[in-house]
Structure formats: C-alpha cells, structure tokens
C-alpha cells in the first residue's frame, strides 16, 4: 500500500490540482464577463432537471433538508411566494440534501405539504458543496433571467421571505412593487 | 478486471459528447466567464483538551476558501484550506483536523455538462441507488469531509443512464483513530432504464481496495453489486422501490459474504400520506456503504444485522392544518444465519410520533421516539421541542427548544438534555442561549453553558460568535441548523459570500 500511494497516488494527485489549477487562473484572468449558473440533478422521480434550461426566469434555488427545522418553516413560505409569482416569471427549485438512504423518504414528506414547485434531490451534496461547503441549511440561491448569481441567503429568521420577496420583484422587473413591499405595505406587489 | 470494465466504460463515454456537441443544450452556449464562492474563516481557542491528564488549551486557525469558475459547459472549483495551531502537540485527538497543518487543496475539480453526457474530474461525493453498495460523503458528525480524488462520468442515451467512476478516498475517522492517513481505491458503475408505464429497472457494481488498519497487510478488498426496479406513481397513487444486494469482503485473508434487501412503497391518499419500508441487511456493513434506515432520519441506526418492517402514517390527517406523523417499525436479528456474536435474536420496538402546527404568529413542533430492545432489555428515548412566536411585525422570533435522549442499558442510564433561548432578528442576526446537561450514571454530571451572537452587516457576510461549551451533535440556532463536533471555548466564525 505505502509503495502504491508513493508510486501511484501522489503524483496522480498532484496532477490533478495542477490542471484545476491552471484552469482556474487562466479562467480568473478573464472573468470579467457573466456567464450562467448550471446545475443538473435528478427530481424525486428519476428525471433529470438541468438549471440551464430555465434561463430567462428568475430562480430561486432552496437547500433544505427533511431534518431541518427552519427549512419546513421557510418552504411553506416559499410555496405561497411561487403560487403567487409564477406567471410573472419566478422559479422555486427546491433541492433536498438528505443522503441517498432517505431517498424513499422525501417525495411522501413533500406530498405532505403539497409542494408544486419542483423538488430535485443533491444526494451526494457535490451541488451544495460548491455554492456552500460549511453546509449550514437552509442555504438560498437568487438567480436572473440572464443566469447570474445575484444573491445567496444564510439561514431563515422571521421576517426573511420579506427581503426575498423585495430582491425576487426587483429582479422580476416590479420595481414599484418591491418598493411598497419595502415601504412596508403588504400586498402592494400582488394588487398591482 | 472490474477496473479494465470502468476503464472501458469511460472511453465509451467520453466519445459520446463528440457526436452530441451540437444536440440541443437548454442555452447553456453562453461562453463568458463567471467567478463566485465562499471564504470562511474561524478562530477557536480550544479548551476541549483540559479533561485529558496533562491537557491544555491551544488555539486554531481555519480558513477555507472556495472559489468556482463557470465557463461555457464547463465548471472548475477549488477549496483551498488553511490550518494553522498554536502548539500541534497539545491538539485533542478528538480534533480531525490534527492531521493536517498548513495548506491545503482540500477539493478541486473540473465538470463537464451536457446533453448526452457528463464528466466530472478532480475530487466529488458520491452514492450509488439508496446508498446500499456505495456511499462517500461528507462525515457531519465531525464536521470533516474527504471526497474521492478521481473522475466520474455520465452518458444518457434516451431512456438509458449510464454511470462509471473511480478513485481514491481517506476514511476520516479511521485516519484519526489510527493517527496516519489511510487511502482506499474505489471504482464502480450503476445503470439505470426507464421502463414504459413509468417503471424502472437498475443496477451497480463496486469494487474497493481498503487498506488494512494491520501494518505490513495487504489490502481488505470489497466486492459489492445491487439490482433495483421500482415504478413513479403507479395507478396514480403508488410509488415502489426495491433494491437487493450481495457483497464478499476479504479481510487478512478470510473471505464473509452478506446481503442488503430494502423495499419501500409510498402512496399519498388526500391529506394522508402512508409510507411503508422492509429492511433486511446481513454482514452489509462496510466503510463506503449507508443503506437505508427504515426509520427516523433523526436516529442512529446500525446495518449488520437486521431486519424487518415498518410503517409511517403523515400528514394533515384530521384536516385542522396540523401536520401529524407517526410510525411503527419491528425489527429482529437474524436467528438462523450463524451469527459470530451467539446471537438468539435481538428485537428491537420502534415507534415515533409527533407534530407540526402553524397558527398565526406561533409555530411549534414536537415529537417522542421510543425504542425497546426486547431481548437486551435496553430501552432509548428522544423528545423534541419547538417553538417559535414571530413578534415586532413579523421581523423579530423568539424561539425556544428542548432536546432530550435519555438511554436505559438496564446496569446504566445516559440522559444528555438539551435547551436553547433564542431571539433573532431579521435581518441583522441572533442571539441565541444554550445549556446541555449529559447525565451518565456511571461517570457523573456534566453541564454545558453557551452563547452564540450572529450578525449579518450586509446579506452575504456572516460574523459570528460562541463562548462557551457544547456537547456536539445537531445544533439549530440563529435560523440555520449544522451538525457540530463537541466543543469548549470560543469560536470566532466570518463567512463571505460572493
């Protein structure tokens, strides 16, 4: 074992950061521009979501977890913003971080709360690990039409989905909307 | 052999996106760059070593730093991490990052998406079906999390997916209990149909190279294979999934076969949703595998030998908007299967119930678990509590939990309670109290007094800060929840997302 890791395991590993690497510096000498967040994940029946595809919509992406007890405070809220601003252009991607062995456990558990946004499922947690290694959940994505990152969001506190309902109508293009939202007049955007 | 099939496989694979470079790629052609990530840096003065006779504080220093570069249909990432400690020689051997000082690359890897195909080099996590022949993931319970360093690549080819990968991978807690690094070589491949009449049909192979914890050994090896079919809402109602699997592990010579058999059917019928699981592992237990529990995702469970069923009745059932759970498992040993241990059979009663109610400004959860092992006579029990009451205008909560495991081995009674006082508000941070009593009548009494503020100056800047103690395990505070090892002192955290 310690021949092959020395023969072997080094210098294969070596290789394989000196090519990310140089990858990364060559990429950070030209990111100026704005290329689109990309993801692709299975839904809880087997198909396969790929967040290209909805380029064009605004994107909030949810990390949660079925443990998670500030995750089912916040999805419920998340399902009521999604029923509401769906046909302006709003997309919830629910993305459950539960290990494989749940698997069989989340689509009853979302069947309890009725969830219609999509819900796909980051078994491995490669997707999660990438936007937020330390793992805290629940972990928010806000994404434009063009694909850009535009904000992330660390936990839920009371009060939260207020702010992400202001960022959300910015990006949807409400601006008046969002700021009766933050002017603290609710249903401003909804009756508009 | 297994890995001239994997070898194949991959060069089968990677000749897939030539044909398919101009198929339709849901408008992921743009081909500018973009650069985000994460930097995390904590600061820990660590009084965790005082118990140890001759023990003594020492000071940490962690920063991680990732960074993840998309361009076109490709992405790269680094997470580049940096330990630096006071004195190296006082460190807890219960701190896993006492194996590694300095700098770090700790993960970097180069992904490849497309229509039809996937790739994925450099360091990832993975798991196979249900987690039954393979599973590599980060360890929560420790907080440390060591990926495959190898490649991974997908073909979808209709109603066909097809997956390959190897590598290597460090086993964390075998590395710190032995106090040298231990890397295993794993390679694999699942497959996975889409039948008509949403039915589906799979499989996977794992082969594994597990170096000996003996010196001088040669290496434990692992086979492992699984067979899955199942089917996506079945007259409408009914979703199945059954998943078997063998495995032969050779260790110092001597070659143990066992099994792994689940099959869970769930079906949600108006407001109530019934979820039905059967287990069944035998000498399944190895380092990369976590089959499924049958069970509360909230309990440990062990996967050697057991077996037998349960069922979980969910959801808002008396149609008042209170969601309930509820679920009943009655597992056993395997009896006749010539167990090393002598066993004659070990049952074990599980049942949990609880439930969730949202009423105006209050949300409150609550639940009991309870598990009786017949034949030993050891019984274990769980209760959660918790409340939440939204105040100042629905930016300000008051919270309040309680967390309760109390453990009856009959000679010996462990009871670790756990409460928090919290108030957050949105959306500047939190304050949150803690107090934990771990209760061992064998030992004795310990208590843990903690306090931890966290402040949001901006929305993607986090700073936060403990002092105090914790025992370690699932902590929920401040409106996030993490799995957290034990700790004693203070804890300095600075989070920033771009």
């Given at each position: 074992m310690?021949?092959?890791?020395?023969?072997a395991?080094?210098?294969?590993?070596?290789?394989?950061?000196a090519?990310?690497?140089?990858?990364?510096l060559?990429?950070?000498?030209?990111?100026?521009?704005?290329?689109?967040?990309d993801?692709?994940?299975?839904?809880?029946?087997?198909?396969?979501f790929?967040?290209?595809d909805?380029?064009?919509e605004v994107?909030?992406?949810?990390?949660?977890a079925t443990?998670?007890?500030?995750?089912r405070?916040?999805?419920?809220l998340?399902?009521?913003?999604?029923?509401?601003?769906?046909?302006?252009?709003?997309?919830v991607?629910?993305v459950n971080?539960?290990?494989?062995?749940?698997?069989?456990?989340?689509k009853?558990?979302?069947?309890?709360?009725?969830f219609?946004f999509?819900?796909?499922?980051?078994?491995?947690?490669?997707?999660?690990?990438?936007?937020?290694?330390?793992?805290?959940?629940?972990?928010?994505?806000?994404i434009?039409?063009?694909?850009?990152?535009?904000?992330?969001?660390a936990?839920?506190?009371?009060?939260?989905?207020?702010l992400?309902?202001?960022?959300?109508?910015?990006?949807?293009?409400?601006?008046e909307?969002?700021?009766?939202?933050?002017?603290?007049?609710?249903?401003?955007?909804?009756?508009e | 052999?297994?890995r001239?099939?994997?070898?194949?496989?991959?060069?089968?694979?990677?000749?897939?996106?030539?044909?398919?470079?101009?198929?339709?790629?849901?408008?992921?052609?743009?081909?500018?760059?973009?650069?985000?990530?994460?930097?995390?840096?904590?600061?820990?003065?660590?009084?965790?070593?005082?118990?140890?006779?001759?023990?003594?504080?020492?000071?940490?220093?962690?920063?991680?730093?990732?960074?993840?570069?998309?361009w076109?249909r490709?992405s790269?990432?680094v997470?580049?991490?940096?330990?630096?400690?006071?004195?190296?020689?006082?460190?807890?051997?219960g701190d896993?990052?006492?194996?590694?000082?300095g700098?770090e690359?700790?993960k970097?890897?180069?992904?490849?998406l497309s229509d039809?195909f996937?790739a994925?080099?450099?360091?990832?996590?993975?798991?196979?079906?249900?987690?039954?022949?393979?599973?590599?993931?980060?360890?929560?319970?420790?907080?440390?999390d060591?990926?495959?360093?190898?490649?991974t690549?997908?073909?979808?080819?209709?109603?066909?997916?097809?997956?390959a990968?190897?590598?290597?991978?460090?086993?964390?807690?075998?590395?710190?209990?032995?106090?040298?690094?231990?890397?295993?070589?794993l390679?694999?491949?699942?497959?996975?149909?889409?039948?008509?009449?949403?039915?589906?049909?799979?499989g996977s192979?794992?082969?594994?190279?597990?170096?000996?914890?003996y010196?001088?050994?040669?290496d434990?090896?692992?086979d492992?294979?699984?067979?899955?079919?199942?089917g996506?809402?079945?007259g409408?109602v009914?979703?199945?999934?059954?998943?078997?699997?063998?495995?032969?592990?050779?260790e110092r010579?001597?070659?143990?076969?066992?099994?792994?058999?689940?099959?869970?059917?769930?079906?949600?019928?108006?407001?109530v949703?019934?979820?039905?699981?059967?287990?069944?592992?035998?000498?399944?237990?190895?380092?990369?595998?976590?089959?499924?529990?049958?069970?509360?995702?909230?309990?440990?469970?062990?996967?050697?030998?057991?077996?037998?069923?349960r069922?979980?009745?969910?959801?808002?059932?008396?149609r008042t908007?209170?969601?309930?759970y509820?679920s009943?498992?009655?597992?056993?040993?395997h009896?006749?299967e010539?167990?090393?241990?002598?066993?004659?059979?070990?049952?074990?009663?599980?049942?949990?119930?609880?439930?969730?109610?949202?009423?105006?400004?209050?949300y409150?959860?609550?639940?009991y678990?309870?598990?009786?092992?017949k034949?030993?006579?050891?019984?274990?029990?769980?209760?959660?509590?918790d409340?939440?009451?939204?105040?100042?205008?629905?930016?300000?909560?008051?919270s309040f939990?309680?967390?309760?495991?109390l453990?009856?081995?009959?000679?010996?009674?462990?009871?670790?309670?756990r409460?928090?006082?919290?108030?957050?508000?949105?959306?500047?941070?939190s304050?949150?109290?803690?107090?934990?009593?771990d209760?061992?009548?064998s030992?004795?009494?310990?208590?843990?007094?903690?306090?931890?503020?966290?402040?949001?100056?901006?929305?993607d800047?986090?700073?936060?800060?403990?002092?105090?103690?914790?025992?370690?395990?699932?902590?929920?505070?401040?409106?996030?929840?993490?799995?957290?090892?034990p700790?004693?002192?203070m804890?300095?955290?600075?989070?920033?997302?771009f």
């Open positions: 310690g021949d092959r890791d020395a023969l395991s080094a210098p294969c590993r070596r290789a394989g950061r090519a990310v690497i140089g990858f990364l060559l990429g950070l000498a030209a990111a100026a521009g704005a290329g689109q967040q993801f692709k994940l299975k839904d809880m029946d087997g198909n396969a790929r967040l290209a909805h380029r064009g994107v909030y992406v949810t990390f949660w443990w998670c007890v500030p995750c405070r916040e999805l419920p998340l399902e009521s913003m999604y029923a509401e601003l769906k046909d302006r252009g709003l997309l991607i629910g971080t539960d290990p494989a062995a749940n698997k069989s456990k989340i009853p558990f979302v069947n309890q709360y009725k219609s999509p819900t796909v499922l980051d078994p491995d947690n490669n997707v999660h690990d990438t936007y937020n290694p330390t793992r805290e959940l629940p972990y928010g994505l806000l434009d039409r063009e694909g850009n990152l535009h904000k992330t969001y936990g839920y506190r009371t009060g939260d989905e207020e992400l309902r202001e960022d959300i109508l910015k990006l949807l293009g409400d601006a909307g969002a700021a009766g939202a933050a002017a603290g007049e609710p249903g401003a955007a909804q009756d | 052999m297994s001239l099939v994997i070898a194949a496989l991959l060069l089968v694979m990677a000749a897939a996106p030539v044909r398919g470079e101009d198929g339709d790629d849901g408008g992921a052609e743009d081909r500018s760059y973009r650069l985000f990530g994460t930097w995390n840096v904590t600061w820990e003065d660590n009084q965790t070593a005082e118990d140890d006779p001759g023990g003594e504080a020492y000071q940490k220093l962690k920063s991680l730093l990732n960074l993840n570069l998309l076109w490709m790269a990432g997470q580049l991490e940096y330990l630096d400690y006071s004195d190296p020689e006082l460190v807890d051997p896993l990052d006492r194996l590694r000082e700098f690359l700790r970097y890897w180069i992904e490849y039809p996937d994925r080099l450099g360091t990832f996590f993975t798991s196979f079906g249900h987690g039954m022949t393979l599973y590599v993931q980060k360890n929560d319970v420790v907080g440390f060591e990926p495959i360093h190898g490649g690549a997908t073909l979808s080819l209709g109603r066909l997916e097809l997956t990968l190897g590598g290597e991978v460090s086993e964390p807690l075998l590395s710190n209990r032995f106090g040298r690094e231990f890397e295993d070589n390679w694999g491949s699942t497959a996975r149909i889409e039948l008509p009449a949403d039915l589906y049909i799979g192979v794992v082969g594994a190279e597990l170096q000996s914890i010196p001088d050994q040669d434990d090896e692992v492992v294979w699984a067979v899955e079919a199942g996506v809402e079945l409408g009914l979703d199945v999934h059954a998943e078997w699997s063998e495995i032969e592990q050779t010579g001597r070659t143990e076969d066992g099994h792994g058999g689940y099959l869970a059917l769930s079906s949600t019928m108006g407001p949703t019934l979820l039905g699981e059967y287990k069944d592992y035998w000498n399944f237990a190895y380092r990369y595998n976590n089959p499924p529990t049958a069970g509360s995702t909230l309990e440990q469970y062990a996967h050697d030998d057991v077996k037998g069923p069922l979980m009745v969910s959801g808002d059932i008396l908007g209170t969601r309930l509820g009943y498992g009655d597992f056993n040993t009896r006749d010539g167990s090393l241990g002598g066993t004659e059979g070990d049952q074990q009663l599980e049942w949990y119930a609880g439930l969730e109610e949202t009423a105006g400004p209050l409150l959860e609550a639940s678990f309870s598990r009786d092992w034949d030993r006579g050891v019984t274990e029990e769980h209760i959660i509590a409340v939440h009451i939204a105040t100042l205008g629905g930016r300000g909560d008051v939990g309680y967390d309760s495991r453990e009856d081995l009959g000679h010996a009674t462990s009871d670790l309670d409460t928090y006082l919290g108030f957050s508000l949105s959306p500047y941070g304050v949150t109290a803690r107090y934990a009593r209760d061992k009548s030992v004795g009494t310990e208590d843990f007094w903690g306090g931890e503020v966290e402040f949001f100056p901006i929305r800047i986090t700073i936060g800060l403990f002092i105090g103690s914790d025992p370690g395990g699932l902590v929920c505070s401040g409106g996030q929840c993490r799995i957290e090892p700790f004693d002192g804890r300095a955290r600075f989070a920033w997302r």
